[in-house]
């Protein structure tokens, strides 16, 4: 079940990955157009720039998980390449553990951010008004998310393990 569970995990933060790419190619295309709008004196999209900041937050934080999924991120494995592999297994563990605590922690934050700008009304002082509370919510998602994943790579880091005791006969 927990296979079943982790492929639909997987296709969700595919899905997530691609609306972030479709988003960054349409900004590749609204800037120019902008340009060429404000060019020929047709107007302008005041709206563009704090749309594409508001994108970028959401993709950033929601792209994650895809990002650590494919170990994409920025990583330093000069530690764990110098330790024995069974030893730097449980680094790796524990590294996952800890990333798992303190994305649950960060994700308490973001769902209490998320009703008390609710509960006060609280809007950006932007030209493009989006309530605070969405901005937050995508932050608790995020952080709900990156939470599943670390312990799903806590999960792969214990079956390595069991795999590697059978495989010597342990």
């Not at 995990?9 to 340009?35: E, K």
């Not at 004196?41 to 999924?69: C, D, H, K, R, S």
């Amino acid at each position: 079940m927990i296979e079943q569970f982790e492929a639909v995990f997987c296709r969700l933060n595919a899905f997530i990955a691609g609306l972030v790419a479709v988003s960054i190619a349409g900004f590749a295309v609204l800037i120019p157009l902008d340009l060429v709008i404000r060019k020929l004196g047709w107007g302008n999209m005041p709206w563009l720039y704090e749309g594409i900041e508001y994108v970028l937050y959401l993709g950033v934080f929601l792209g994650a998980t895809w990002v650590l999924q494919h170990n994409a991120h920025v990583r330093v494995d000069v530690v764990t390449a110098s330790l024995p592999e069974r030893t730097a297994r449980a680094l790796e563990f524990a590294v996952d553990i800890f990333g798992a605590m303190l994305c649950a922690f960060l994700c308490y934050y973001g769902v209490m951010a998320t009703i008390r700008d609710y509960v006060d009304k609280s809007l950006p002082d932007k030209d493009l008004v989006l309530p605070n509370w969405y901005l937050m919510l995508a932050f608790a998602v995020a952080f709900f998310f990156l939470t599943i994943e670390f312990l799903l790579r806590a999960r792969r880091a214990i079956l390595d393990r069991v795999e590697e005791h059978t495989e010597t006969g342990f």
